[in-house]
Each structure stands twice: as structure tokens, then as C-alpha cells.
């Protein structure tokens, strides 16, 4: 059975990465076995974290959204605009998941009828939705929003954890159980595969496609949301770049840029390695531009690595089988 | 000017000993073949026997691990597939490699490794003119090759090898996606190379054809070289015998049906471009062949059916109750399913397990209410099939692709018997199989008759379509030419109606 | 489209003949791509008083300069079904690294500045090839990666500090405003008379020599390109090569046109880049589109910001969503209309066509710039 033992293969070097990450980061600082460490280490990074976790869906689907931090912050934008029109507060934020999740509609209704590639699309959602943003929010900050969103945003919510780290938690859990063990997840996977034995074998592909990229979108809204509660402020340019990291944790997590194999397993096990790794760096005074450079290098290594391990003969038997 | 039957001094092309194992499955095992100059050299054997790892080592693909291959009589070390171009080896496949962006005499020419840094267009075109002009094909080389009929790209890809003064032109199983007609024009291409000296590896399942191109036949059998004989010093039982290493009779002696009432009932279906005009009706425990030439609309009917490319015009009519059928979801709700005829590219999940392809289309029965899927319940779906079958696989969670073609197509046809349909429409379901696995599709689909399945089988192989149908519907450019009972049915009559009056 | 054209087209069955006027897609393409400007033109000089002058002209050809070099050596990539996101990292480096090196050398020559700009952005674009054509890492994460390593580097190495125009040598500076030649009122800049050379010297080597014709092949179909004996990766390393060099030559413009390079210079310039090409019909899928398109939809780009920031109902942060828009209107017209296109082009002879709709489903079941020219599955070759 290479293909699962291939696929298991990768997230045990993942968690011996792992591992080895958290010592080495231990025996240089005593601090960081600490719990409130730990929470500390998701805390900055948890918007790119949550949407990873929708990322990994459509990259298996065989898609990519380059828009999701552009449409992280169009929600942002489309909130604080909201607020600062007079809006009440909890509207504002569902208009604002609103307008995400059309966001991520209108692209997934491009990708799914025209059949143009999503890296295009969502290339303009990238310029598009960012441009929105700056249409509603010109060059300024809003912020002074309501104590209780500052509270949802940075204060404790269950025991040390916030509201944001909780909600990634459930987002693993279900989304780990939808991909894995649902109809639907092995809809996905084949269609990633392999779109035309999708649609002959009776899977409704393009409506596959549209909820996902609806959902991609209001994941999206939901981390700009949440970005707006931390930060306490909003601006048109907030976000910027997100999309590597995003990328390259969904990657390294062992999913195929073509689609069809790929565990969210993986992906949490690379998220815990990139966010050690830039704690780390941190820890080490390395600057958070240094963090970016090593962690492009580490996107570029990851599918080096996933190379390496395809051409072992595992793989090598597919190839013989001939009609 | 060259005797074509008499043998050349030295062997353009030899293979002494060739072995060449993939972990721990010999593909090609101690394999010797030679190959003359101006000599079409047949090849045949079942899937798995080797041919394919053998064109592989002969352009260069995969390198053997024992034996020499020699050119020429001298001894040459294949490392790529710009190694054997050099030496003047080309392969054919039956999907015909081409750049759909470019234009058809860039395709020709794209790999000319001589000609210098500018391309000189006016001399190309002239030149690409001419080729294909000996080859019976008369298009402007100017227009973008996408589009064009997989006749005329193959025609392309033999204008390629014969502007690199090709040597060895291996063909793969170049008839298979082409109508008789067509079929025609590849022979007189071939036996023209032929006459030039070219040295031709046919690789062909269909042994008629065999018989009317070959100067030579080759068997192969579970990676080795079983025979060599003269064409004329062979029959046909005697290669089919050394093909399965057993006698066996080509076709499976099929009972007696005993059609039911009317299932499914079509008047005037027609799509624009396709076909119109069709109209016949489907008895329960019935076999209904479609015959006819490739793109006479066959497959275009089935489609429509089964709801990828939907009938514009006309009416069907499953059980007595007008239906539309617009998706392949509605068309398996309504009990339909369809057997693609592309088995690699759009019949099966090729990574995915045995068991995941065989429930994909019928997922929604194993699910529970949450949405989950019982694995389970799955797993013994599978395994019914697998015993009903007898496919042939290490475990039912082995990805399918490493299955070899003949079990392939039984999961394949497992994945649609598993959605329980009233009619099930197959699509040239033998073809590129091996005939052992052959006989065990016939006599699933008589087994299936008599159990009461309303068939409609699409081939293009016409003494299938003979043995196994109880009616045949003939299409001919996309009109319905007649409908023959199995009793009236014979060759002449259907290819009559297939081609038209001449 | 000519009658003649039409009637020219004929299948295997058909008489044989030759069109009277051959008029290839591409060209279809680039002209109505130059009508679309003109339209916008048109629109835009009812909207926006006193619309045709000379200042006009010159800031357009000024500022489009540097993202047509860019949305060229773009195509170059895409046209391989590759891409490169890093080339704004590279005009960053390069225009950074080649304004530190002048302002210590006061008496660098043109020729040396912009032997290093592109020397250097060579470098950086083999790095790129290297791992996407012998690494076989997909080029959108190569280029991911190397658009943060490089932007990474060139941070740390500027530590903050940005070269002035004060420190450059004069003729760097005043490069954009030296003139070639005028016609009529209108002043061809001397960087823009470059450019256009450039574009054009490159469209006729993609269109004549070998090694253009073979970078489409690759794009076109990547497994007939390994089976017909083309050296795929070394062309595909070329591409990437020549991507970066030209990149460095953007930098140099930059260099020149804006004086002042932050650490942060040139980052955005690889979207620009990719909308320009997309927008001149440039696919992503590899194997079709043109030089002078990608030329074309950078000027059409450029046209729009420049004359939609002197309309004075729309404000400029409006300039990114109607960027966006535009893409996808460009690329949603090129697929509608190239398919109805298409369907006219093929010499498909009903009914004797094999029916698989190749030709219409063609480019759906093709893998764009997400995967590198390799195959998955395929052995070693």
C-alpha cells in the first residue's frame, strides 16, 4: 500500500520536525515549554492559521485562492466602514461576513462556470478585493470599537486560551472530520484528482467548487474579523503578504499543489512547525523579515523533500501499469 | 530497391536478452526480438505481457538492466529519448503527442535538432505540405494543430518520423480510435514506409488487422518472447493459444435471452452537430449493440443518455414515463449508468483504493445521517464484486492504477453494477484488454442479460458486437442507418449500413 | 477573420488549398487589444478635459516602461507554464544594488550599471530555473519562496537605509526625461524608444527563432516536448534566466526613474506584471500568447490608471478594484470569444471527428502555471 504509507510517511517527519523544533527552542530558552507560551505562539499568527485550515481544502480540490488576504481585509474594511457609519456593531459584523463570503462566491461562480484557472481568478480577487478595501477605507484607520470585541479578540476565552485559538481548534476537529470521513471530503479529493472522473461518476463538480470557494471567502471574513478585534484598528493595507505563509503551511503539511492527497493532519503538524519556527527565530532576535526569508525557504525545501520521497521505488511501480 | 520479404543482412534494430524488473515485477524477462529493414513487424500479447516497458527501452525511456539493444549490428547505449531520435528510432502511441498551440508544420518540425537557430516558415510549411501530402492528407500546415481528428494527428506524428528519417517506427496500437476507413489510409501510410526501407514495430490487440499488415508476427506472454513466424506460417487460434498459453475460443458461447418488457424508449433524440433523428427502444434482458464507424455519434448517444452532452431534441422515456435528463446525477437516479470508454483519463480515481472507486458513484448509500462515511459497509461492497468478478488485485485498498487494464476495467465495471441500474450502457469495454480478460467481460454482460439488465453495448470491434448483441443499431455520421436482429445481422449488412453504399 | 479565412479551413476530406490571407490568432488578438485602447482612449477624453497632450503621452510611456520590460520577460515564463512572482523582489535587489554601487562609483558608465542591473538579475532568475526546472518545484512556490528570500536579503542588507538620488551620478536621474526624437508635439523618450526596441527585437526572436518556437512548445504540451528530444529543462532554466535578466533591466529603469529606493522598492511590480500578460492574452496555461500582447495589455493597464486618476468623480484607491476587474473582464472575454474561435479555427471535419471534444475541453483539462513543466508519475526521462 505505498500511497498510504507514502502519505504517513510524511507527517511522521513532520512531527520528528516538530519535536526537534520544540527541544531545540526549549534548551534555548526556559520559558518555552510554558503553556501560556504555547498560546502566545498561535496568538500573533492566529488569522493565517485559521484560514489554512480552509486553504488546505482547496488546494486538494486541485484549486488555489491567492485572495484570501485581500478578502481578510476587504472584511476588516467592510466592518470598520460599517461601524463607523453608525451601523449596530453585530451587524456590521455579519454584513461583513457577508460581503466575504460573496467575495469568495463571485470567484468560486468564475472558477466553476467559465472553467478559467483559479490561480487567475483569484489573482484578481487578490488585486480586486485589496482595491475594495482601499476604495472604502481610503488611507485610514478606524478602530474604537466596542470593549467587548477588543475582549473577544485579545482576553482570555476558554482557560489561557482567546476565542480565535478555540475556534481554530473546533475548525480542526470538524474540518478533519468533514475532509476525511465525509462524502463530501472524498468528493473533494477525487475532483482534485481528477475532475473528469468526478463528473462522470455523478459529482455535481462545480457546485463542489463553489462551496468551497464561498467558504475559502468567509473564512476569510471571519480572520479579517478576527484581525480587526486584536488589532483594535483597521486599515485598507492590513494582511498584506499572509498569503505565503498560508501557502506554505498548507505545503509543508504534505498537501499536493496539484490536488487530490493531502491530510489536515499534516497541515496542523505545519502549522505548529512554522509558528515554533518564527517563535524561535524570534526568540533568537532574528528579525521578522529573516523569519519570511526562512520560511520561503522552507516552502521551497518542503515540496524538494516531497520530490525526493516520490521518486523512491514506492512510487515507481505506478508508472509500469499500462492499458 | 529492397525484396520486402527477404531478410536484410543485419537487423536495423536487435534486442539480445533484454530484463528490466520494477521492484519486484519482472516486466521484461530475457527478451530477444529483431527487427528488419523494410519489414512490418507485428506484435501482440496480453496487457502485462511487456510490450509497453519494451517500447520504452527501445526509445530510450527506461534503460534494461540486462541484455544489449543493437543498431545496426553495434551495440548502443539508449539513455533518452533524444538518444534513439539520433539513431533514427520513433514511437506512435494511440494518443497522439502533439502541440495543440502551434501550428502542424511546427509540429513536424519542432524537434529538428540540425536545422539552425531561425526557423525559415515558407520552407517549412512547403516542406510540411509535401509530407503530408504523401500521406494522403491535404490540410494548410499553418493552422493550429488543436482540433484537428486524431487520424490526422497521428498522420502528423508520421509526417514527424519520416522528416527524421526515421528507421524503427514503433506504433502502439494506432488503430484503435480510427474508423475503418481511416484504418485503410494507416496501412497504405505504413506499407509505404515500409517499401522505404522503414523497419515497423505494430503493436496491435486486433488480430484481423494483424493479419492484413504484418510481414512477421511477434507474441509476447508475462514479459517474455514466446514466438516469431512468417505472417502466412500462422493462424489465428494457434497466436491466440500463445497468448493466454492455453486454447481458447475468442468469444464466449452466450445463451439464449429472453427480452422483457420495454425499459427505456427513445424517439427522435438529436443534439446538433452529433447526431438526430435516433430512435429505438431497450427491452429488459436485452443486449443492444451500436455499431458503426468512430464518430458516427455512438458514443454521442450515450452521452446524451447519461447526461454529459444532453439531448437537445427528442424524447426518452424510462418505464413508461417521459424523463430529461440533464446531469449524470439525474441519469443514475433514473437507473442509468455508462461505462466510459476512457478508462485511464475519466473512468477511474487512479490513486485512489479499489474499494473508494468502486462506491464513488453510489457514495450516498453508505453514508450515515451525519454524513459520514461507513467504511465498512464499503469495504464489503467491494469485496462482493471482487468475488463476483474475480478481479485480480494485492487488496481492495491498493490504488487502483496499479491494477493491470483488464482489472481495471472489472472495477470499473464493478463502480456501475454497485449503482444498481436498469440500463447500462458500455463503451467499448474490451478494448485494449487482453483476451482472457475479454471473454470474462462477455460473459459478465450474458450473465447480466439474463438476469434482467437492459445492455447497450458500444464497440467498434464488429464480431463482438455479432457475438454478444440480441440487436444491433447501426449509426452512420450521425444518423440512425438501421437496426438488424441478431438472426439478420451479418457483417456485410452491418458495414453496409456503418459506411453507406459506396 | 476573412471569408477567405473560412473558406480556407478544411478538413482531411475537403479540397486542399491555401488561405488567400493567413491572419494567425494572435494576431486577432493584438489587434483588438489595440482597439480596446483606442476605445479607452475615446472614452476617456470625453471624461476628462483637455485629455490629448503631450505631459499625457509622456507619462504613460514613462511609467509604463518599466511594466511592460516586466510584463515581457513575465510572458516569456508563462508561455513555458511556469510562473515567476519574484521579479518584483528582483527589481527591488537589482535597483537597489545597482544605485548602491553608482552612488559609490561616481563615474560608472551607463554600460556597467546596466551590465550589473541585468548581471545581477540573471543571477537571481537562475536561481529560480534551477529549482523549478531540475528541482521540479512548481514555480508558483519557487517563485513564492525566492519573492520572500530575495525581498528578505535585500532588507536586511539595506538595514534600513535608502539610496537618494542625490548620490546617483546625473545621467541616471535624468534618463527619463532624455528624449530620442519627437513627431509632431509628442517627445518619444529615449526609455520608452528602448523598450519598444526590446519588445520587438523579442517578438521576432519568439516568433523565429528556434528557441522561442520551442519555449511554446513546452508550455503547449510538456510530455510531447520530453518525447520529441527537447532539452526541457535547459529551456525552461533559459526562460527563467532571461525573465530575471530583463527584471534587472527593470530595475535599472526604476533606478532611473524614481532616485530614491527604499528596501521595499518594487513590491507589487510581479502582479502588475502577471495582469499585464493576462490582459494581452497571455494564457496561463502555457503555450499561446504574444510579446507584443503582453506589451499591449501593459499599456491598456496603464492607460486606465493614468486616465482614471484625472477623472474627478474617481478617486485613486479605486485604481486596485478596477485593476482587478479588468483581469478578470480580459480573461473572461478571451476564453468566451477564443472559444467560438476556436471552434471556427479547427479543421475538425464533421462527422468523422473523434468524439472527445478535444479542442473545447482542452484547456480545463490542462494544468496551469500551478505545476512545473514536468509531469507527475512519469519516470526519469
Known amino acids: 500500500m505505498p500511497e498510504w504509507t507514502r502519505e504517513r510517511s510524511w507527517e511522521l517527519l513532520l512531527a520528528v520536525i516538530l519535536v526537534g523544533t520544540i527541544v531545540y527552542n526549549a534548551t534555548q530558552s526556559p520559558v518555552y515549554l510554558d503553556v501560556d507560551n504555547f498560546v502566545n505562539l498561535f496568538r500573533l499568527s492566529i488569522e493565517k492559521v485559521i484560514v489554512a485550515v480552509a486553504m488546505t481544502f482547496v488546494i486538494i480540490n486541485g484549486e488555489i485562492d491567492l485572495s484570501v488576504a485581500s478578502v481578510m481585509a476587504f472584511a476588516a474594511c467592510v466592518l470598520a466602514a460599517a461601524h463607523e457609519s453608525g451601523v449596530p456593531f453585530g451587524l456590521a459584523i455579519a454584513i461583513a461576513l457577508a460581503a466575504a463570503a460573496s467575495a469568495g462566491f463571485v470567484q468560486g461562480l468564475v472558477v466553476a462556470k ?26 485610514r484607520s478606524i478602530g474604537e470599537f466596542p470593549d467587548w470585541f477588543g475582549d473577544l479578540g485579545r482576553a482570555d476565552f476558554l482557560g489561557p486560551m482567546p476565542f480565535a485559538l478555540v475556534l481554530f481548534l473546533v475548525m480542526l476537529v470538524v474540518g478533519g472530520v468533514i475532509l476525511h470521513r465525509t462524502s463530501f471530503g472524498r468528493r473533494v479529493y477525487v475532483i482534485g484528482n481528477n475532475a473528469d472522473v468526478a463528473r462522470f461518476s455523478g459529482i455535481d463538480v462545480a457546485r463542489v467548487k463553489l462551496v468551497l470557494f464561498t467558504m475559502s471567502g468567509l473564512v476569510a471574513g471571519v480572520a479579517g474579523v478576527l484581525f480587526a478585534a486584536r488589532l483594535g484598528s483597521v486599515r485598507a493595507n492590513i494582511g498584506e503578504g499572509f498569503e505565503l505563509d498560508i501557502i506554505t503551511m498548507v505545503l509543508l503539511g504534505g498537501v499536493s499543489i496539484f490536488g487530490g492527497s493531502g491530510t489536515l493532519l499534516g497541515v496542523a503538524l505545519a502549522i505548529c512547525i512554522v509558528l515554533n519556527l518564527r517563535n524561535g527565530l524570534g526568540l533568537a532576535n532574528v528579525e521578522a523579515n529573516t523569519q519570511t526569508g526562512v520560511i520561503g525557504a522552507l516552502l521551497i525545501v518542503s515540496v524538494l523533500a516531497q520530490n525526493l520521497l516520490d521518486r523512491l521505488p514506492l512510487r515507481r511501480r505506478e508508472a509500469e501499469v499500462e492499458a | ?161 519520416i522528416s527524421l528519417d526515421v528507421r524503427v517506427l514503433i506504433m502502439d496500437e494506432p488503430t484503435a480510435a480510427l474508423s475503418a476507413h481511416e484504418v485503410e489510409r494507416l496501412f497504405r501510410q505504413v506499407r509505404q514506409l515500409r517499401d522505404a526501407g522503414v523497419a515497423v514495430l505494430f503493436i496491435s490487440h486486433r488480430l484481423d488487422e494483424v493479419f492484413e499488415i504484418a510481414d512477421r508476427v511477434s507474441v509476447f506472454r508475462d514479459g517474455r518472447h514466446v514466438s516469431t513466424d512468417a505472417r502466412d506460417d500462422v493462424t489465428r487460434p494457434r497466436l491466440i493459444a500463445a497468448m493466454v498459453g492455453r ?46 464507424l468512430v464518430g458516427a455519434g455512438r458514443t454521442d448517444i450515450a452521452l446524451a443518455l447519461f447526461g454529459i452532452a444532453p439531448a437537445e431534441t427528442g424524447a426518452i422515456e424510462l418505464d413508461g414515463k417521459p424523463v430529461t435528463i440533464a446531469t449524470p446525477r439525474q441519469a443514475l437516479d433514473h437507473g442509468i449508468a455508462y461505462l466510459s470508454e476512457d478508462r485511464r ?29 461507513n467504511g465498512a459497509a464499503e469495504r464489503s461492497a467491494a469485496e462482493r464484486f471482487r468475488r463476483q468478478l474475480s478481479i485480480r488485485t494485492a487488496g481492495l485498498s491498493q490504488p487502483v492504477g496499479l491494477l493491470s487494464g483488464g482489472n481495471q476495467q472489472k472495477t470499473m465495471l464493478a463502480k456501475w453494477l454497485n449503482t444498481e441500474p436498469a ?52 449509426m452512420r455520421e450521425g444518423e440512425q442507418t438501421g437496426v438488424f436482429d441478431r438472426s439478420e445481422a451479418t457483417q456485410e449488412r452491418v458495414m453496409t449500413a456503418a459506411v453507406g453504399v459506396a | 477573420m476573412t471569408a477567405a479565412d473560412v473558406a480556407g479551413l478544411h478538413g482531411t476530406r475537403r479540397r486542399p488549398g491555401r488561405t488567400a490571407v493567413w491572419i494567425r490568432p494572435e494576431r486577432v488578438k493584438e489587434l483588438s487589444l489595440l482597439g480596446v485602447i483606442v476605445v479607452a482612449l475615446l472614452v476617456f477624453s470625453f471624461l476628462v478635459d483637455d485629455y490629448f497632450s503631450g505631459r499625457f503621452f509622456n507619462r504613460v510611456t514613462t511609467s509604463v516602461a518599466i511594466t511592460a520590460v516586466l510584463a515581457v520577460a513575465q510572458t516569456l515564463v508563462i508561455v513555458t507554464r511556469n510562473i515567476d512572482l519574484s521579479v518584483g523582489s528582483i527589481v527591488g535587489v537589482t535597483a537597489y544594488l545597482t544605485g548602491q554601487f553608482a552612488s559609490s562609483n561616481p563615474s560608472t558608465s551607463p554600460a556597467v550599471a546596466i551590465a550589473i542591473a541585468v548581471g545581477l538579475g540573471a543571477l537571481l532568475g537562475a536561481i529560480n530555473g534551477v529549482i523549478v526546472a531540475y528541482g521540479r518545484v512548481p514555480a508558483i512556490i519557487t517563485t513564492l519562496g525566492t519573492l520572500a528570500i530575495y525581498r528578505s536579503w535585500l532588507i536586511s542588507h539595506g538595514e534600513g537605509k535608502t539610496i537618494t538620488a542625490d548620490s546617483l551620478p546625473s545621467w541616471v536621474v535624468d534618463l527619463p526625461t532624455r528624449t530620442a526624437f519627437s513627431i509632431g508635439g509628442l517627445d518619444i523618450r529615449v526609455v520608452f524608444a528602448v523598450v519598444v526596441v526590446i519588445v520587438v527585437v523579442l517578438q521576432v526572436a519568439m516568433q523565429r527563432l528556434r528557441w522561442g518556437r520551442r519555449l511554446y512548445a513546452i508550455g503547449s504540451n510538456p510530455e510531447a516536448a520530453a518525447q520529441a528530444g527537447l532539452p526541457t529543462r535547459r529551456l525552461v532554466l533559459g526562460a527563467f534566466i532571461a525573465c530575471g535578466a530583463l527584471s534587472g533591466f527593470a530595475g535599472f529603469l526604476f533606478l532611473s526613474r524614481f532616485g530614491n529606493i527604499t528596501v521595499v522598492a518594487g513590491q507589487g511590480l510581479e502582479l502588475d506584471s502577471v495582469a499585464a500578460a493576462v490582459v494581452g492574452g497571455v494564457s496561463v496555461l502555457g503555450g499561446s500568447g504574444t510579446l507584443v500582447g503582453a506589451f499591449l495589455g501593459a499599456v491598456l493597464i496603464d492607460v486606465l490608471d493614468q486616465s482614471l486618476v484625472r477623472v474627478p468623480q474617481v478617486s485613486e484607491f479605486w485604481r486596485n478594484a478596477i485593476l482587478g476587474a479588468l483581469i478578470l473582464a480580459a480573461v473572461i472575454a478571451d476564453v468566451v470569444i477564443g472559444r467560438r474561435f476556436r471552434r471556427r479555427w479547427s479543421a475538425e471535419a464533421r462527422p468523422h471527428t473523434r468524439v472527445d471534444g478535444s479542442g473545447d475541453e482542452s484547456d480545463a483539462t490542462r494544468v496551469p502555471a500551478l505545476t512545473a513543466a514536468e509531469q507527475s508519475g512519469r519516470p526519469d526521462a
Open chain 2, 1 to 161: 530497391m529492397t525484396d520486402a520479404s527477404a531478410p536484410g543482412p543485419v537487423p536495423v534494430l536487435a534486442m539480445r536478452g533484454i530484463c528490466k524488473r520494477f521492484g519486484a515485477t519482472r516486466a521484461l524477462e530475457d527478451v530477444s526480438l529483431e527487427l528488419r529493414r523494410g519489414e512490418v513487424h507485428a506484435l501482440v500479447g496480453e496487457n502485462g505481457a511487456g510490450k509497453s516497458t519494451l517500447i520504452k527501452v527501445m526509445t530510450g525511456v527506461y534503460p534494461p538492466d540486462e541484455g544489449e539493444v543493437l543498431v545496426d549490428g553495434e551495440p548502443v547505449s539508449l539513455r533518452s529519448a533524444a538518444d534513439a531520435q539520433r539513431l533514427g528510432i520513433a514511437a506512435i502511441y494511440q494518443e497522439p503527442l502533439i502541440f495543440p498551440d502551434l501550428s502542424v508544420a511546427e509540429n513536424i518540425f519542432i524537434g529538428h535538432q540540425d536545422q539552425g537557430h531561425v526557423v525559415r516558415w515558407r520552407q517549412m510549411c512547403a516542406d510540411a505540405e509535401a509530407i503530408l501530402a504523401r500521406l494522403d492528407v491535404h490540410i494548410d500546415p499553418r493552422i493550429p494543430a488543436s482540433g484537428l481528428p486524431v487520424a490526422t494527428q497521428q498522420a502528423i506524428e508520421i509526417a514527424k518520423a
Open chain 2, 423 to 474: 440500463v447500462l450502457i458500455l463503451d467499448e469495454p474490451t478494448r485494449g484488454i487482453d483476451v482472457g480478460a475479454k471473454a470474462d467481460v462477455h460473459q459478465i454482460i450474458d450473465e447480466l442479460a439474463r438476469s434482467g439488465m437492459a445492455i447497450v453495448l458500444i464497440s467498434s470491434d464488429l464480431p463482438e458486437v455479432l457475438a454478444v448483441s440480441d440487436r444491433v443499431l447501426v
Open chain 2, 345 to 373: 483519463h475519466v473512468g477511474l480515481s487512479l490513486p485512489q483504493s479499489v474499494t473508494a472507486n468502486i462506491t464513488l458513484p453510489s457514495l450516498r448509500r453508505y453514508v450515515s445521517r451525519l454524513g459520514l462515511v
Open chain 2, 247 to 292: 486454447q481458447m475460443s475468442d468469444f464466449y458461447a452466450r445463451h439464449d435471452h429472453h427480452a422483457g418488457d420495454v425499459i427505456l424508449r427513445v424517439r427522435d433524440l438529436g443534439r446538433t452537430g452529433k447526431f438526430a433523428g435516433v430512435s429505438f427502444d431497450l427491452r429488459r434482458g436485452e443486449v443492444l449493440g451500436l455499431a458503426g
Open chain 1, 114 to 139: 467559465t472553467g478559467i484557472s483559479s490561480l487567475v481568478v483569484t489573482l484578481a480577487g487578490l488585486i480586486g478585493f485589496r482595491g475594495a478595501a482601499r476604495v472604502l477605507l481610503e488611507d
